[in-house]
Every structure is written in structure tokens, then in C-alpha cells.
């Protein structure tokens, strides 16, 4: 236990006496809290002991214990280790009351709690389905509850080997089997779910209007899903007076495919290719910060070796690199340059890809890191190209960027002044990453709780004050060029010796739980696992950026104007493969 | 002044559009539909445009490139074919989609397995190409592939491949990754070696014993 942690555990013990209880678990280092106290307790983290940076909400089921949990990783804006606070429910009467009052971070991801766990968060204000569709029965992520084609509890899966019996899922359709239906489903022709109206509903009564003796009206406009400037399949239901917007709701979803669930059925290893498709624009991050969260519970086991940590931290800000030239390619193609900027940043993209492809294999799904090192060492004659990118071009480039866009009186007009996000505002809707930065809160990861060997660095957090979509922009490239220095560092000074010191495919992770976390170029990327000591996670949760960070999306756009919400939501940088899962 | 920032834009932009035509006009006859043309435009140093024209040209894959696994066969000195996969069920544990089925051989007479699949299935559409299946493998038996041309009509049958479709000699890997075989032929002769090694021990061993036997 770290000092900054007992300093705050008597702190509480004291205030709270008994109330709040160490968590006694094998390998669990957080606190229990009673559920009638929490709203209490939060306060006191929030105001009195500095927690104002609420990370990650997740519900863990307990099946034997007949447990449902609530697991909340709070953190202090100006750094430092996590504080973890856990409540514990029974599973028939899961109710939990909300912080959403005390961080508006917790929004969306309780929402996402009562959709995949059924935890039922009492005050809550708009508590729907998020991620699951309207209308559809059971919770997905329970212990005990098994998905259509379901085979197995745990992979590997047994009719694979030996018998080998080539089967397609379509074929061994078991729809009838284990799909549940909702009450009164018998006539599907006039079912109707609720939900639906349940969100106009709600945007009707945020945009509610005084229209004096004049008759106005509100109108009510889907952007998306199929909207091309939402980058991917995204909509936006948003209530325009006139142009402009006086509510909005981000609803999403459509890309879910449950990647916890799926993660859980999996073992340690088989996870870290699936993590490649979170955020499929930087992939190698995400490989990063799962394989850390083993590595913590592996402990001596998941030792790695210095050549491979030099090689992750290259590989991870190349990755921050190539995933910003696209973000800031794809604002100006939001802005109306119809693919110019695009391409021209695109084309540096395309230089890194051919590295990532000749060392890890693949140009995006790169499913590079192992745990305790990385798959295998550069080829020959990589490192010289690399040398020559790193060195050469990219700043060249990077500058040529700046030169093209940022002076540009368009873009400036079209972005400064627009979607203002205080620095207050951002902490509390738990935003991270370039957006947190550019609200001028200087948090970056990498700097307030060092991992892998970022400490060895000389680089500077970018930070950026005015908190609107310009900054948002700018602060990008200001990212890139310290990126670039990491890198130019991390080049000269890599050592000789081995990248993997053992693979083994069957790897087992002693009982515990941990939060690995990392600087993910669209914010801090989460994973939390609980491990009961199999070959499989108990509990395997990603804190996706993108996700959290669409909290902050309406904030941002009400009051401006309908074509400037484009701009936000680009701003932002998001990316569907992460924000469903 | 009021749109300086766009004219210093429209000059970075000139300069690219020229930067195109005097690539072209400095790599006349080189540049495009040649090895070296397309090794420049995927370096450093291009300036103009970096498009490859898929299919006409085609990108250089990578030795590390990785897509849809095969299984190897040694082709012996008597010209029979002696697959290396031993059904062991390795690469069928670390797949992570689960895509790769293994039937096992039992000898009819003893019931026990033999180390040689009988089938052995990769479903292509499920595979996430992820290359765990030839990184674990113990034998070198299954490796990734180069080939990534694989379009067809037919979604079911096409895409299941079966034993016979995934076998290719060992030579054909040789040549998509020649260090990478390098590497590996020295591990695999060291291996031989010691096993060898060890057989002669025992059966030098076995010989003693029958020897002592006799002498008695």
C-alpha cells in the first residue's frame, strides 16, 4: 500500500468509522462502503480529500455470493494513485444510489451498469438502455445469463479438439433456445419499446420553451446513424429552435457486440487481439494498457524486459501520432475541406503503418504485446527507416501542417468560440486525453501516474485554455511534436537484449483485481480485471475514452448551432469500435 | 490581414500539386509499374502522390505480414509427404475466435491417438488473422501466409478450408520468410539432433542391459 493510501485510508476510517471497511479480499486494494453512505462518503472524497476525477464506474457480478457490485476509481486531477470504492448489493434487489449529481462522469457509465448488470442507480435522471437495443430483456453481462450460440462458459472450447466436428453458428442456430423475450412480446407487430419515446420525452423537457403569443415549435432532428460526419454509425437526437440546439442525446449502440462479455469467455491471451479492435486507430495503445492490467496481477512474473519497454513506449507514441493526423485530418474534413487536409495527413499515417506492418504484422490489428514483453524484436532494417521518419520527415511534415491549417482564417472562424468546455465542466463530465488538455488541466497519464517507463522522459504536458474546438485542434499538434521527441529519445537510446523472456500460452493469473490505465491518444483508456485465479477473467471491463468523453457532448453543444455539433463531435475524435464495444 | 492564413494554406497545397509533376517528370518510366517506383513511393523521401495502383501494382508485403494460416508438409527423400502437424491441439486452445478444428487419428487397433490429424478446419471468415496459432506452435507445423487475394463467391464451402486446401510444402514458407525459417531450421536440426542423440543413448542403454543379461 502506497503512503498517499494509508494517509487517506485513516482519513476516512476516521471520519467514517464504520462505515468504511478495508477490502479484506485476496488481492483487492480498494474500500467497501455501505450503500446508504456512499453519497456521503463521495463527498467527502470529492471535497475534503481532493478525488474530483471520477474514472471509471463497473458492475462486477458475484454469482456465488449472490453479489452485485459497484466498483468506482476515483483520482485527483493533479495526480496521483486511484482510490477505490466498492458497494456491494444483493442480486435479486440491485439498487444503487447515483453520483451523478457529485460527477457527471457517472452518467453514461451507470447507465451502461443498469444495461449490461440491471444495477438500478436511484437518482439518476435519465436511466435507459445504452448500449443494448430498446426493448431488450435480460442483462447481458450477469454470470448466468448466456448469449444466442452460446457453446461453453470458458474457452478454449471442447468440440473444437479433439473431436474436430466442423460446425457453422448459423447452423446450430439456438435462438429458441436461450434469446428471452419481454412481457407481453407475443405480437411483435405492435410492440412498441418504450424507450424511444422515453428519450423524446426527455429531450422535450430539456428543450422546454416559454413561446409567449406567438406559436413556435420545437424540431426534433436524428443526426445519424447513417450520417457520415458522425464517423461511424452515431446519432445524435438533437431538439433545434431554429438552427440552434437547445438539447441533445447522443444514442449509441449500434456497434455493440458486448466485447466484455466476450472477453470473459476468453482466456488472458486470447484477449489481447480483441483489445486491437476497441479503438481500431490505435490499436497498440490498447494492447498497452490491457497487458499492463495483467502485469499488475502477474507481478514478478509479468517482469518485462528493458528493450521491450522501450519498444512498447515507440510503438505507443507512434500510434498517438498516426491516430492524431488522422483526428486532425478528419476536423477539417468535418469543417468542409473536402479531403485535402485529410489525405495529406493520411499520407504520413501511411509511412507509419508500413513500420507497424513490417515489425508486428498487420497495419491495424496488430496484436503486438504479450505479457511480460512484446512479440518479437524489429526486423532488420526497421529501425533505420524509423530513424528516418522520426528524424526527418515527420517534423518537416508536422510543421507543414501547422503552416497549412492553423493561420487558416476559415477554420479559425469556424472553430474558436465554438463548443466551450471549462476546465470545472471537463473535470466533472470526466473527460480525458486532448479534450481534458485543451480545457487547460494540464492531466495527462503518462506525467500524473507514470507507468511503463514514461518517467525517463523529458516531455512537456500540452495544454491549452480556452477550452473550444480550436484548442481542440491545436493541442493536437502540439501532442504530436512531444510525441516526437519521446520518440527521438526513446530511439537513441534504446539498449541491446531480449524483447519476450517466456511465452507461455497457458497463463495463469493469481486472484485479485487491478485497473491498468494508460494515455490513449483520445483519453484515459481503463481496463479493469478481476481475476479468481483461473485461466480466464472473472471480470474484464474497458474505461473506453470515447465513451466517457460524450458525456461532455451535450454540454458542448447546446446553445451553438446545428452545423457547429458536427464540428464538436469531431472535435471530440471518437471512435465507434470503442465507444459501443 | 484578413486571409493571409489562407493564402500561406493555397501555397503548401501549390506546392504538393507541383511536387506531383516533377516526381513524375524526374522518375519518367521508373516510377510507376516498377519495383523501384513503388519502393519509393513508400519511403521517405516521396513527395508527390503515394497512391499504388491495386491491381495493375501491388505493394511488397513485409516478411512479418501475416494472413489465414496454412499447414506445412516436408517433402521426404523417397518423395513422400510427411506433414509436420502432430494434432496436439495447441493452435485450437489459442485461437481466439475458436476457428480452427482438429480431428484427431486413433489407431483402430490400440484406441489411442496418433499424431496426425485426420481433418483439420480453419473457418476463414471467422479468423481474426491475429497469428497466435504459428507463434504457438511447438512444431512449426502451421504458419501464417502471405496470400491475400481470397475473394470469392461461394461464402459457405469456399471459405471452410480443410486439410487438403491448407497443406503447402515447407519450401513455399522458405520463401515467404526466409529469416524467420532461418531461424527456426537451426532450432529444428538442434532438436533432431538431441533427439537422435538421445535414441542412440537408449538404445546403447537397451544394449548394455541385454549384454549384462547375457553375461548372467
Same mark, same amino acid.
Request: some cysteine.
Given at each position: 500500500m502506497t503512503e498517499e493510501l494509508v494517509v487517506t485510508l485513516s482519513a476516512l476510517e476516521t471520519r467514517f468509522p464504520d462505515v468504511v471497511k478495508k477490502d479484506e479480499r485476496k488481492g483487492y486494494e480498494g474500500f467497501l462502503v455501505d450503500t446508504k453512505n456512499l453519497v456521503e462518503v463521495a463527498t467527502v472524497i470529492r471535497d475534503e480529500l481532493g478525488y474530483d476525477y471520477l474514472s471509471s464506474v463497473t458492475g462486477v457480478d458475484y454469482l456465488e455470493e449472490e453479489l452485485l457490485e459497484v466498483v468506482y476509481h476515483f483520482y485527483r486531477s493533479t495526480g496521483g494513485k486511484s482510490?477505490?470504492? @466498492?458497494?456491494?448489493?444483493?442480486?435479486?434487489?440491485?439498487?444503487?444510489?447515483?453520483?451523478?449529481?457529485?460527477?457527471?462522469?457517472?452518467?453514461?457509465?451507470e447507465r451502461e451498469a443498469w444495461d449490461l448488470y440491471g444495477i438500478?442507480?436511484?437518482?439518476?435522471?435519465?436511466?435507459?438502455?445504452?448500449?443494448?437495443?430498446?426493448?431488450?430483456?435480460?442483462?447481458?453481462?450477469?454470470?448466468?445469463?448466456?448469449?444466442?450460440?452460446?457453446?461453453?462458459?470458458?474457452?478454449?472450447?471442447?468440440?473444437?479438439?479433439?473431436?474436430?466436428?466442423?460446425?457453422?453458428?448459423?447452423?446450430?442456430?439456438?435462438?429458441?433456445?436461450?434469446?428471452?423475450?419481454?412481457?407481453?412480446?407475443?405480437?411483435?407487430?405492435?410492440?412498441?419499446?418504450?424507450?424511444?419515446?422515453?428519450?423524446?420525452?426527455?429531450?422535450?423537457?430539456?428543450?422546454?420553451?416559454?413561446?409567449?403569443? +406567438?406559436?413556435?415549435?420545437?424540431?426534433?432532428?436524428?443526426?445519424?446513424?447513417?450520417?457520415?460526419?458522425t464517423h461511424g454509425v452515431f446519432r445524435m437526437a438533437v431538439v433545434l429552435d431554429g438552427e440552434r440546439i437547445v438539447a441533445l442525446k447522443p444514442v449509441m449502440g449500434y456497434l455493440h457486440r458486448n466485447h466484455e462479455k466476450i472477453g470473459e469467455r476468453n482466456t488472458y491471451l486470447h484477449n489481447i487481439p480483441f483489445t486491437d479492435r476497441l479503438d481500431y486507430l490505435s490499436s497498440m495503445v490498447n494492447n498497452h494498457g490491457y497487458v499492463l492490467a495483467v502485469e499488475k496481477l502477474l507481478g514478478k512474473k509479468g517482469a518485462v524486459p528493458e528493450r521491450a519497454e522501450y519498444i512498447r513506449v515507440i510503438m505507443s507514441e507512434l500510434t498517438r501520432v498516426s491516430n492524431h493526423l488522422w483526428a486532425i485530418g478528419f476536423l477539417l474534413n468535418d469543417l468542409g475541406a473536402f479531403f485535402t487536409p485529410s489525405l495529406y495527413a493520411i499520407e504520413e499515417r501511411e509511412l507509419? +503503418?508500413?513500420?507497424?506492418?513490417?515489425?508486428?504484422?498487420?497495419?491495424?490489428?496488430?496484436?503486438?504485446?504479450?505479457?511480460?514483453?512484446?512479440?518479437?524484436?524489429?526486423?532488420?532494417?526497421?529501425?533505420?527507416?524509423?530513424?528516418?521518419?522520426?528524424?526527418?520527415? +515527420?517534423?518537416?511534415?508536422?510543421?507543414?501542417?501547422?503552416?497549412?491549417?492553423?493561420?487558416?482564417?476559415?477554420?479559425? @472562424?469556424?472553430?474558436?468560440?465554438?463548443?466551450?468546455?471549462?476546465?470545472?465542466?471537463?473535470?466533472?463530465?470526466?473527460?480525458?486525453?486532448?479534450?481534458?488538455?485543451?480545457?487547460?488541466?494540464?492531466?495527462?497519464?503518462?506525467?500524473?501516474?507514470?507507468?511503463?517507463?514514461?518517467?525517463?522522459?523529458?516531455?512537456?504536458?500540452?495544454v491549452r485554455y480556452h477550452g473550444d474546438c480550436y484548442d481542440r485542434y491545436i493541442i493536437r499538434i502540439d501532442e504530436i511534436r512531444q510525441s516526437l521527441r519521446i520518440l527521438q529519445q526513446a530511439l537513441k537510446d534504446i539498449p541491446e537484449g531480449p524483447v519476450l523472456l517466456k511465452n507461455p500460452y497457458n497463463i495463469r493469473v493469481p486472484e485479485g483485481e487491478s485497473y491498468g490505465r494508460v494515455e490513449a491518444p483520445k483519453g484515459e483508456l481503463g481496463f479493469y480485471i478481476v481475476s479468481d485465479g483461473t485461466a480466464n477473467p472473472y471480470r474484464y471491463h474497458v474505461r473506453a475514452p470515447s465513451f466517457v468523453n460524450l458525456t461532455a457532448l451535450e454540454k458542448m453543444c447546446v446553445g451553438q448551432l446545428v452545423a457547429d455539433a458536427v464540428v464538436v463531435l469531431g472535435s471530440i475524435d471518437i471512435v465507434l469500435g470503442e465507444v459501443d464495444r | 490581414m484578413y486571409g493571409k492564413g489562407i493564402f500561406k494554406g493555397m501555397w503548401v497545397t501549390l506546392?504538393?500539386?507541383?511536387?506531383?509533376?516533377?516526381?513524375?517528370?524526374?522518375?519518367?518510366?521508373?516510377?510507376?509499374?516498377?519495383?523501384?517506383?513503388?519502393?519509393?513511393?513508400?519511403?521517405?523521401?516521396?513527395?508527390?502522390?503515394?497512391?499504388?495502383?491495386?491491381?495493375?501494382?501491388?505493394?511488397?508485403?513485409?516478411?512479418?505480414?501475416?494472413?489465414?494460416?496454412?499447414?506445412?508438409?516436408?517433402?521426404?527423400?523417397?518423395?513422400?509427404?510427411?506433414?509436420?502437424?502432430?494434432?496436439?491441439?495447441?493452435?485450437?486452445?489459442?485461437?481466439?475466435?475458436?476457428?480452427?478444428?482438429?480431428?484427431?487419428?486413433?489407431?483402430?487397433?490400440?484406441?489411442?491417438?496418433?499424431?496426425?490429424?485426420?481433418?483439420?478446419?480453419?473457418?476463414?471468415?471467422?479468423?481474426?488473422?491475429?497469428?497466435?496459432?504459428?507463434?504457438?506452435?511447438?512444431?512449426?507445423?502451421?504458419?501464417?501466409?502471405?496470400?491475400?487475394?481470397?475473394?470469392?463467391?461461394?461464402?459457405?464451402?469456399?471459405?471452410?478450408?480443410?486439410?487438403?486446401?491448407?497443406?503447402?510444402?515447407?519450401e513455399y514458407y522458405a520463401e515467404i520468410r526466409p529469416l524467420n525459417w532461418e531461424r527456426e531450421e537451426i532450432i529444428r536440426k538442434e532438436k533432431a539432433e538431441k533427439k537422435k542423440a538421445a535414441e542412440a543413448a537408449k538404445a546403447a542403454r537397451a544394449a548394455a542391459k541385454a549384454e549384462a543379461a547375457g553375461a548372467e
Open positions: 482510490l477505490v470504492l @466498492s458497494v456491494q448489493v444483493p442480486r435479486k434487489k440491485a439498487v444503487v444510489p447515483s453520483l451523478y449529481d457529485l460527477f457527471i462522469s457517472a452518467d453514461f457509465q438500478k442507480f436511484e437518482g439518476h435522471p435519465d436511466l435507459r438502455r445504452i448500449l443494448m437495443w430498446e426493448g431488450f430483456e435480460g442483462f447481458p453481462m450477469r454470470k448466468d445469463y448466456q448469449e444466442a450460440f452460446f457453446v461453453e462458459d470458458q474457452k478454449p472450447f471442447a468440440n473444437r479438439w479433439p473431436e474436430g466436428k466442423v460446425f457453422r453458428s448459423e447452423d446450430e442456430n439456438q435462438f429458441g433456445k436461450n434469446v428471452q423475450y419481454p412481457k407481453g412480446f407475443d405480437k411483435p407487430k405492435k410492440w412498441d419499446p418504450e424507450e424511444e419515446d422515453l428519450l423524446y420525452a426527455g429531450l422535450q423537457e430539456l428543450g422546454k420553451k416559454d413561446s409567449g403569443d +406567438l406559436a413556435t415549435d420545437h424540431v426534433v432532428v436524428n443526426m445519424g446513424p447513417q450520417h457520415p460526419s507509419i +503503418l508500413d513500420i507497424f506492418e513490417a515489425t508486428t504484422g498487420a497495419r491495424m490489428m496488430n496484436n503486438y504485446f504479450r505479457f511480460g514483453g512484446v512479440a518479437r524484436d524489429f526486423p532488420p532494417g526497421v529501425l533505420e527507416k524509423l530513424n528516418s521518419i522520426v528524424f526527418e520527415r +515527420l517534423p518537416r511534415k508536422v510543421d507543414e501542417l501547422d503552416v497549412y491549417l492553423t493561420d487558416n482564417e476559415v477554420v479559425a @472562424s469556424r472553430t474558436k468560440g465554438v463548443g466551450v468546455l471549462s476546465p470545472e465542466e471537463a473535470i466533472a463530465h470526466g473527460v480525458g486525453g486532448p479534450v481534458l488538455r485543451a480545457s487547460g488541466v494540464p492531466y495527462d497519464v503518462r506525467r500524473a501516474d507514470p507507468y511503463s517507463i514514461y518517467d525517463r522522459f523529458d516531455f512537456d504536458v500540452a | 506546392k504538393h500539386f507541383v511536387a506531383t509533376f516533377t516526381d513524375d517528370f524526374r522518375m519518367i518510366g521508373r516510377k510507376y509499374n516498377k519495383a523501384e517506383g513503388i519502393e519509393y513511393r513508400m519511403s521517405k523521401d516521396v513527395k508527390g502522390i503515394f497512391s499504388i495502383q491495386y491491381p495493375e501494382e501491388k505493394m511488397p508485403v513485409p516478411e512479418e505480414f501475416r494472413f489465414i494460416p496454412f499447414l506445412l508438409y516436408d517433402t521426404n527423400e523417397d518423395g513422400t509427404e510427411q506433414i509436420r502437424c502432430t494434432s496436439c491441439g495447441i493452435c485450437a486452445k489459442v485461437c481466439p475466435p475458436q476457428c480452427i478444428w482438429i480431428e484427431q487419428t486413433t489407431n483402430p487397433d490400440t484406441g489411442r491417438p496418433v499424431p496426425e490429424p485426420v481433418e483439420f478446419f480453419v473457418d476463414i471468415d471467422i479468423c481474426m488473422n491475429c497469428g497466435y496459432c504459428a507463434e504457438y506452435c511447438p512444431f512449426d507445423a502451421i504458419k501464417m501466409d502471405h496470400d491475400y487475394e481470397m475473394a470469392s463467391f461461394d461464402r459457405i464451402d469456399a471459405h471452410i478450408f480443410n486439410k487438403e486446401k491448407l497443406l503447402k510444402p515447407a
